[in-house]
DNA sequence: CCGGAAATCATCCGAACGGGTGACGCGCGC
DNA sequence: GCGCGCGTCACCCGTTCGGATGATTTCCGG
């Protein structure tokens, strides 16, 4: 910007120069109106320029380059999409269970029910995800943002 | 810009009218030296923004500020994990395919190879993994970075 | 050329899974 | 109180899966 501004009043000074040296060689005296005007002309443009660039002042864009860090994303659960599905709590706790690689029976010992009953929410969780294997039941939750 | 142009002409006629109508009324004719002149450093005032708005250009300083998104990481394979378990590129696709939520019979029809194939390798995988199940083989291949 | 790893396909069988259906109790809101 | 959602449990049946085993082909390195 300065540099800016430099550059052009010392063009301004030299072409007043070379005018001037011009003026005394090939020009008389009664051209010193036209003369007078343009410098002075000069001189306002290099004002106005400097005027224009104060006035209206660098802008500032600001750019938000988002970058993706290659840590772990921290899992927050997606509800809306818990609530559109209409999952209950357990069959979302049970989801979980089959996420992390338990058997029927193994879910049934740790959730403290029969393996009846962890089947039956295990059905449901599969028909409201559309589901039709344990393995897609995993890939669609955490896909639904419903699982870690 | 044109904008600015046409606002900048506007104010200028909008003053030269100003100035005419002044100097009819309060100054005399021998001050038209210098309303001349005002006028010319007027009109060269808007030429050097114009000018200057022109050259220099719309100069935007770019601030970049890098904000860390929580994104997914990108995936990549624990070959010396691979190499540990020894599984072969073929098991390693197959597990793929089970991570995926196929079953073993679009497993076949993707892979182009019979059912029992896939289970050659997937009963391999397992075994190599330490997983008893699908659901396990996909957790563990996960945790072992084996599978995004 | 020969041995071994990898990939392919097969058969058998028991266990696990998925689908369907029915039922019961509990708490909550109309 | 009645209905409803939720969680619970049960039985049946067909499919899929997992485990064990054996065989063949292909390719690569010693």
């Known amino acids: 910007?300065?540099?800016?501004?430099?550059?052009?009043?010392?063009?301004?000074?030299?072409?007043?120069?070379l005018l001037q040296a011009v003026q005394y060689r090939y020009l008389v005296v009664d051209h010193s109106l036209e003369i007078y005007g343009g410098l002075v002309a000069l001189i306002f443009v290099a004002l106005g320029i400097w005027l224009g660039l104060r006035i209206t002042g660098r802008r500032e864009r600001v750019v938000v380059r988002e970058v993706t860090v290659p840590g772990p994303p921290e899992f927050t659960r997606n509800d809306a999409k818990v609530e559109a599905l209409g999952l209950t709590p357990r069959e979302l706790e049970i989801l979980e269970f089959i996420a992390a690689g338990l058997s029927t029976r193994e879910?049934?010992?740790?959730?403290?029910?029969?393996?009846?009953?962890?089947?039956?929410?295990?059905?449901?969780?599969?028909?409201k995800l559309g589901a039709r294997r344990r393995t897609q039941a995993v890939q669609l939750g955490k896909a639904f943002g419903l699982i870690p």
């Open 1 to 17: 910007m300065r540099k800016a501004v430099l550059t052009y009043g010392l063009l301004g000074g030299a072409l007043i120069a």
């Open 107 to 127: 879910i049934a010992e740790r959730a403290f029910v029969s393996e009846n009953t962890v089947k039956t929410h295990s059905s449901r969780v599969f028909e």
